[in-house]
């Protein structure tokens, strides 16, 4: 009876067991259900009652886009190229300081205009708010591109700016100088039409941001310390308008960059005795360089996935450990979710019959916001596990700090208003920029910085960048321009909104 009766008591208790457990599965599933049909990264502040502004509209004429356009096309035609740090085409670079001139007189001559050449070749433009109280902000691009030669394949020559199908080619289209032209084409147009801001801002055009930007960006910021500058918010070139690039995303996707990528070169050495190729030791030192990966995992949320994948996507509380996973295999996601490591430069032997008696690897790591420098310094030391091999850092930096992104975050709002404003069919979400902008360097003036313009990239385009047959459509120049037009009126509102509704957070 005893034992029957504990047999039954068991039982009992495996019912409960597995019935408490049955309803917490349950209840798992109405959560993630019901906030996959809730979920929607472009609420919160978008239905909530702005302050109300008086902003100039931003129509375009046939007139104003034929001379915008020829003004761009002018811009790319100048071969600003940035080789090394101490090879610049600075003939090109006082040829395009002509330009700008130029192509803005009104920019170059308006009293509401303060500018100074900085370092010979940057440039940095302020433009005094009439609202003292508010902080001002920094709009940033740079001049400089990196080499191309038209032997590469190019389609048409790289410093031609000419036109097939209705999109201008040439290098710097993507890469920058669509940022440096759209925002000084804005605000000659804004000029003209009588605008005067209510919160100051600041413009900064580096001239050697691809070679790292130690003169140029770096002489504007010195500048801007000694003039006690602090910025409610920084924007530079960084992520774009994805469309048809994120698999399963329906519709294009404006990624704006929170943070960069920090980088590491590091050289890995091996030295043996060198000897003879037809007895080779059971190890050579070439055998003695190994690729360590390193795989770390930020998420991004979007509300506009398909099913099943926006069932995923929206419930990441309850998935990123599968879905970080799957986008690491991606090659459209994999370098936005981790630490990528590229061997970029291998060197041993010097004859084909002659063992090595030294080889070295150079690692190009981009390090991702959740990691520092330094733990992937310890890592690739515990990865090789040889203490044969020399590892030496050549040059390197921590990631940049995250920037806010909720909805007291006013550059962010702002930003994200004047993207849908003129794009309502994107979904807006917050990003990791893989690449080093500019910005990297204005950290001590500002907490939040932003890397983004409205540049629509489909599949395929990614390769242009630094790549051949760099591009951009004559409608997508345009819109560049409307885009700053109206961020810099946007950033007049002195205070956001208060939030519709808490929504979820990314």
């Known amino acids: 009876m005893t034992e029957r009766s504990a047999k039954l008591n068991i039982l009992k208790f495996v019912k409960i067991v597995s019935f408490s457990l049955l309803l917490v599965i349950l209840a798992f599933f109405v959560a ?73 007189p009104t920019v170059f001559s308006s009293h509401l205009v303060q500018h100074e050449v900085v370092a010979n070749y940057s440039h940095l433009f302020w433009v005094p708010g009439s609202d003292l109280a508010l902080v001002p902000y920094m709009l940033l691009a740079h001049i400089d591109v990196v080499p191309a030669e038209e032997r590469d394949g190019w389609e048409a020559p790289p410093f031609s700016a000419k036109e097939i199908d209705g999109f201008i080619y040439g290098r710097g289209t993507i890469d920058n100088k669509q940022s440096v032209m759209g925002i000084l084409q804005a605000l000659e147009y804004l000029l003209i039409r009588g605008y005067s801001p209510r919160r100051g801002f600041f413009i900064g055009l580096g001239h050697d941001e691809e070679v790292s930007g130690f003169q140029g960006a770096m002489n504007i910021v010195r500048v801007l310390k000694k003039k006690g500058v602090q910025l409610a918010f920084v924007l530079d070139e960084g992520l774009a308008v994805l469309d048809g690039v994120i698999s399963g995303l329906q519709g294009p996707a404006a990624l704006i960059g929170i943070s960069e990528k920090g980088l590491a070169t590091v050289k890995l050495s091996v030295s043996k005795a060198p000897g003879h190729s037809s007895m080779p030791p059971s190890e050579s030192s070439i055998e003695g360089i190994n690729e360590s990966k390193k795989i770390f995992f930020l998420s991004l949320s979007f509300s506009q996935f398909r099913l099943p994948l926006k069932f995923v996507m929206s419930n990441m509380w309850l998935f990123s450990p599968l879905l970080g996973r799957v986008m690491e295999r991606r090659p459209d996601t994999n370098a936005f979710v981790r630490t990528t490591t590229a061997i970029t430069m291998f060197n041993s032997g010097v004859k084909v019959n002659i063992l090595p008696s030294q080889a070295e690897a150079y690692v190009n790591l981009r390090i991702h916001s959740a990691q520092s420098l330094q733990e992937v310094l310890e890592l690739i030391q515990s990865t090789v596990g040889d203490e044969r091999v020399k590892m030496e850092l050549v040059d390197g930096f921590d990631p940049l700090p995250v ?45 939040d910085i932003y890397r983004f313009a409205p540049t629509w990239f489909r599949p395929g385009d990614a390769q242009r960048f630094h790549g051949i047959n760099e591009r951009i459509s004559k409608k997508n120049y345009e819109e560049l321009v409307v885009f700053y037009f109206n961020l810099i009126q946007n950033c007049d509102i002195k205070d956001l909104p208060s939030p519709h509704s808490a929504g979820h957070e990314l």
């Open 403 to 447: 920037s806010s992104y909720d909805e007291t975050s006013f550059g962010f709002q702002i930003i994200k208003k004047t993207v849908l404003d003129q794009f309502p069919q994107v979904t807006v979400a917050p990003g990791i920029c893989i690449g080093n902008t500019d910005s990297r360097h204005y950290t001590d003036l500002a907490k």
């Open 32 to 104: 993630a259900t019901v906030r996959t049909l809730t979920f929607d990264v472009n609420a919160g502040l978008q239905l909530a009652h702005w302050e109300k502004t008086n902003n100039i509209a931003s129509d375009i004429n046939q007139h104003q886009r034929e001379e915008l356009l020829s003004n761009f096309r002018d811009a790319i035609r100048i071969p600003t190229v940035s080789t090394t740090e101490t090879q610049l085409n600075t003939t090109a670079l006082r040829e395009f300081d002509g330009l700008l001139r130029k192509a803005f």
